[in-house]
């Protein structure tokens, strides 16, 4: 009968407190997107560290309510005309900007383009598709307009500049944007400022490619 009684009291022992078995299921849940997280502002800080100690590009990102204002400023020893042939050139933007899958001019009418472009933002858990339509207006070798007209944003408007300066150019980029997709709030500057910052590095370095194929062949 003890024993009985004894092996009772052992199974009831053995056998999982629902309550407990659910705090440790979220605790574990919880704590693995807190790792997420972590690993993402740790990749994040990381790569801002190289980027500081390479200056060249300025991007200064701020979020008011749902609008993301981007503000990028760089200088690169060329002329207006070879920055502007790299940046108009849509058709091929997929060479050289990593995670851009599509770029096509659909339409072309004087200086007006309609550009459709499909690529992703973020990496890991924070990465997210944009696809857009968009309006592009060309005031040759000064200033690109760019007007969303359809896609997975409520709205995105652009323009870039392109100034003569100290034996190159200038490029000065302003960008208004409301994304559908929530941005967290936590890393949401930091991610943003990080991609922005990648993409136009990688933009630069074809500028500056082209520029070195251009001036061996002379």
């Known amino acids: 009968m003890f024993a009985h009684r004894r092996r009772q009291a052992g199974s009831d022992q053995n056998q999982a407190d629902p309550d407990k ?32 100690a390479e200056p060249a ?10 609008e993301v204002i981007v503000d990028v400023s760089f200088h690169v020893r060329v002329t207006p005309q070879e920055a502007w042939a790299v940046m108009t ?9 990593s995670k851009l899958e599509k770029s096509v001019i659909l339409t072309r009418t004087n200086n007006m383009l309609v550009v459709s472009q499909k690529g992703t933002m973020g990496f890991g858990p924070f990465s997210v598709p944009i696809e857009t339509v968009s309006e592009v207006r060309l005031s040759p070798y000064q200033e690109i307009r760019g007007r969303m007209l359809s896609g997975n944003m409520k709205r ?15 490029v000065v980029y302003h960008l208004e944007s409301i994304p559908e997709v929530w941005i967290p709030p936590l890393i949401g500057r ?6 922005t910052r990648a ?11 082209r520029k070195a194929l251009a001036d061996a062949k002379r």
């Open 21 to 52: 078995l659910s705090i440790a299921i979220n605790y574990c849940s919880g704590s693995r997107r807190l790792r997420s997280i972590a690993l993402a502002l740790l990749c994040l800080f990381a790569t801002q560290a190289k980027a500081d």
């Open 190 to 195: 930091a991610l943003v400022e990080f991609e």
């Open 89 to 97: 050139d849509y058709d091929h933007a997929t060479d050289f900007i």
């Open 57 to 66: 590009i300025a991007v200064d990102v701020r979020m008011q309510g749902e």
């Open 156 to 170: 995105s408007q652009s323009t870039t500049r392109l100034i003569v300066d100290a034996g190159g150019t200038r």
């Open 199 to 209: 993409r136009f590095r990688q933009l630069v370095g074809e500028i500056l490619r």
